[in-house]
């Protein structure tokens, strides 16, 4: 059981963005997308959610064709948090992690989001932020809201079976130290509850550390995936950046300057 993409091609205006791709994540497992700007990360994170179609091969949930699914059996099993997304109307932050919430809205399943909704903002240390206007946040702080929202449509009212999968683009840009470190932790516990997550990561000493698997893309493809100490290799690294790369072992550190 799992989402993955099978020899899946992109191409938008004659341009091919993604050639070949084939990727999976299982349940339970963290998978970081790594590799330089216009690599095609966030296009292939796209694709696994469901929100663009390929050109070529397929795309399956539990050997289900993602094309068959509609907008909202997708977001029952996976839920997305983009690079950027901005709030039009000046919401608070309780009223956008609410959004995530996808259990109904009659008397029961108020009580219950109430609930879920105390222990997510909790889990994601913002339960200072919940009667904050959204637009008075930080850039930082409202990626922690973002964050929250997108592990509140996760969320199950009992103790269903169901996989779901995380896909995170760049959760970590314009978090500090603590927050980072912070969030990471979350996303682990979230893979210890048998959520597989998907993240877009551009510091590869972190990645290293944190995900179980590796995937290295560049110019569309995939160069290498595996475990860290498997895709991690100075030559490989040095080709993909452009700029000469170090590897040490114990932990696996990386440096490049």
Not at 40 to 68: C, H, M
Not at 241 to 250: A, F, K, M, R
């Amino acid at each position: 059981m799992s989402i993955k993409s099978e020899a899946v091609d992109v191409s938008i205006n004659h341009v091919k963005l993604l050639q070949q791709l084939s990727v999976e994540l299982l349940p339970g497992e963290v998978v970081a997308l790594v590799g330089p700007n216009g690599a095609g990360k966030s296009t292939l994170l796209r694709v696994l959610a469901g929100d663009i179609t390929p050109t070529r091969g397929n795309v399956f949930y539990e050997r289900q064709n993602i094309a068959n699914l509609c907008i909202l059996q997708r977001a029952h099993y996976r839920s997305v948090m983009s690079q950027s997304q901005p709030m039009i109307y000046d919401y608070s932050v309780r009223d956008i992690v609410s959004m995530g919430w996808l259990h109904g809205d009659n008397e029961v399943h108020e009580n219950t989001l109430e609930l879920a909704l105390q222990k997510t903002i909790k889990k994601c240390n913002i339960d200072h932020l919940g009667n904050r206007r959204f637009n008075t946040l930080s850039g930082g702080e409202q990626k922690r809201v973002h964050f929250a929202r997108a592990l509140l449509q996760l969320w199950l009212p009992d103790s269903s079976s169901k996989h779901r999968y995380l896909l995170l683009d760049e959760p970590l840009a314009n978090l500090d130290m603590t927050h980072e470190i912070s969030m990471l932790g979350v996303i682990k516990q979230c893979a210890e509850e048998g959520i597989g997550v998907l993240i877009v990561l551009h510091d590869l000493n972190l990645a290293a550390k944190f995900a179980d698997k590796i995937v290295l893309c560049d110019q569309g493809k995939v160069v290498s995936q595996g475990t860290p100490e498997q895709v991690f290799d100075s030559e490989v690294l040095t080709s993909v950046y452009g700029v000469t790369i170090t590897l040490s072992q114990n932990p696996l550190t990386i440096s490049y300057y």
